[in-house]
């Protein structure tokens, strides 16, 4: 059951946001895995990045494996991140835009953007770059384009708080 909210006293959905959270713990504890099996050490694979063998191992988009047919490479980047900023910049983004995305899809609606959105991501990375690659940039990005895309679609009935919203997502 879709309890709504009030927000200037016009009610949205507001679904229970789990998928986020989940997310969010899935992305850290792989980054600790990631980390604990770099080969340059815990603490650089923290502070500069994990060394590209263990990203590569650990599922991220290189090219070449994904062309001998390892297409789950086309998803699994979205969960492994290079250093603590890369991690932190995402987690914080998903964070903001997830658990707002989610409140007003739902968690099934959410995912299928989220996963899509990676995945084209993936694909892109793969079209238009030879490099090693991971991270959910792509996902997240998805995200804020559905908000974007809810916020046009209601331009009239969410009004000048709409076109605020609207404007913040433009200027990130």
């Not at 694909?123 to 916020?151: E, Q």
Request: proline share 3%; net charge positive; hydrophobic share 50%.
């Amino acid at each position: 059951p879709v309890e709504p909210s009030r927000k200037q006293g016009l009610a949205l959905p507001s679904h229970p946001v789990v998928l986020t959270r989940a997310l969010l713990l899935i992305n850290l504890l792989l980054f600790v895995i990631t980390s604990l099996l770099s080969r340059g050490g815990f603490m650089e694979a923290v502070l500069g990045g994990a060394d590209g063998l263990t990203l590569i191992a650990l599922g991220a988009k290189e090219n070449s494996l994904i062309l001998q047919g390892e297409y789950w490479r086309l998803l699994t980047p979205i969960f492994l991140h290079i250093g603590i900023v890369h991690l932190l910049f995402n987690s914080y983004a998903l964070n903001l835009f997830g658990r707002e995305v989610e409140g007003l899809f739902g968690s099934w609606r959410f995912a299928v953007v989220y996963f899509l959105s990676g995945i084209a991501g993936s694909l892109l990375s793969f079209a238009f770059s030879p490099n090693t690659s991971a991270g959910a940039s792509g996902a997240i990005f998805g995200v804020i384009g559905a908000m974007a895309a809810f916020l046009i679609r209601n331009r009239e009935t969410l009004g000048a708080q709409g076109r605020q919203h609207l404007q913040s997502l433009a200027f990130m």
